[in-house]
């Protein structure tokens, strides 16, 4: 049950897009079609934005978008807003009936 | 809604129990987690129990030491925490599990993510 590697931070300017990568193995990430993507502002509760690697929840904007490619996932976020400034985490299921996040990526909109 | 209870402050070796008191859903008919954070750390993923409480599940570092069950007839879960460490010192969050729908059809109840979270209850161990 080793963490999924995100970057630290990232950042980016109002407008603009940012992507946030999740970087798993062939036995999580790889081999499931379960990445989820998680926001969560300080103080508050994790909000799901992404599941199924690209699947939107109702009343997410489409702003969020995921994406996978072999072993790493990714997050784009497009016409970045100042109230997308928050942490952004991953999860994958990783077999064995066992979930795994990511350590986690602070985003700041510059 | 989500509302756990139960945390506060113990002392290394001790017990507690936490509470997921769930509304506004079927709660017999979703599998359910705890997930926790530590101050100023990521997500970790606790433990898992099915809808009948019939499928349990738990992560290397609690597994012996963490129970989990849930009573439907009261629409809440539990977690009970035995030989409670500093290093659990944590937020601990209920989450429910997202469905998985093929072709959009129900197919099962773990779609492997975490639909709708709790505001989390804080379990602080220390001496």
């Known amino acids: 049950q080793s963490a999924l590697t995100q970057p630290a931070s990232v950042s980016g300017s109002p407008g603009q897009s940012i992507t946030i990568s999740c970087s798993g193995t062939?036995?999580?990430?790889?081999?499931?079609?379960?990445v989820a993507w998680y926001q969560q502002n300080p103080g508050k509760a994790p909000k799901l934005l992404i599941y199924e690697d690209t699947k939107r929840p109702s009343g997410i904007s489409d702003r969020f978008s995921g994406s996978k490619s072999g072993n790493t996932a990714s997050l784009t976020i497009s016409g970045l807003q100042s109230e997308d400034g928050a942490d952004y985490y991953c999860?994958?299921?990783?077999?064995?009936?066992?979930?795994?996040f990511g350590g986690g990526t602070k985003l700041t909109v510059l | 809604q989500l509302v756990e209870s139960g945390g506060g402050l113990v002392q290394p070796g001790g017990s507690l129990r936490l509470s997921c008191a769930a509304s506004g859903f079927a709660f017999n008919s979703y599998a359910m987690n705890w997930v926790r954070q530590a101050p100023g750390k990521g997500l970790e993923w606790v433990s898992s129990i099915s809808g009948t409480g019939g499928a349990i599940y738990y992560a290397d570092s609690v597994k012996g030491r963490f129970s989990i069950s849930r009573d439907n007839f009261r629409n809440t879960m539990y977690l009970e925490m035995n030989s409670l460490r500093a290093e659990d010192t944590a937020v601990y969050y209920c989450a429910k599990e997202g469905r998985y729908y093929s072709s959009g059809t129900y197919y099962n109840e773990w779609g492997h993510y975490f639909e709708n979270w709790g505001q989390g209850t804080l379990v602080s161990v220390s001496s």
């Open positions: 999860s994958s299921y990783a077999g064995s009936s066992t979930m795994v």
């Open positions: 062939s036995s999580d990430v790889g081999k499931y079609d379960a």
